[in-house]
């Protein structure tokens, strides 16, 4: 895999699974070189982390303080950023709103994961839990695709 400068994780508004992505991935990430970050696709105005995501992140000793959603804009896409997405929609909407734009993936097909990473928005706070452990099995095998190459990366599946 190509190596990048910076990570972006996106999703709709900004306010829950990209911000959470950020924080574990950030917690994984050996290379402080790699600046890691979220953005939104539809951010109106900023809003704070989903008081829901922020108590599963606590729980798991991660914090985003003083964390407030942007919304994703041109200036962001370089060529050495890697942008990633939570669902195949959200890619296509991106491309939509940047054409031009390279380094766009589905993070679960990125790992080679079938599933999309599922959005517990208006859920019980067990499915906010469920949404946290499956960003950090697909996450760690990000890490791994990213620092050590791909044949690694199955060693998790």
Known sequence: MKAFKKVIFV????TLRAPMAEAIFSDLIADDRIEICSRG???LFPEPLNQKAEAVLASNGLYLKY????KLAIEDLT??????VMEREQREKLLTMFPDTENVEVLTELTGDELEIMNPY???L????LCFETLSIILKKLNVLMNEGEEECQSYT
């Open 122 to 124: 208006g859920a019980p």
């Open 41 to 43: 696709l539809i951010v």
């Open 11 to 14: 999703d709709n508004h900004g």
């Open 126 to 129: 067990p499915s906010y839990g």
């Open 79 to 84: 060529e050495d950023t890697l942008v990633i």
């Open 67 to 70: 964390y407030l959603s942007q």
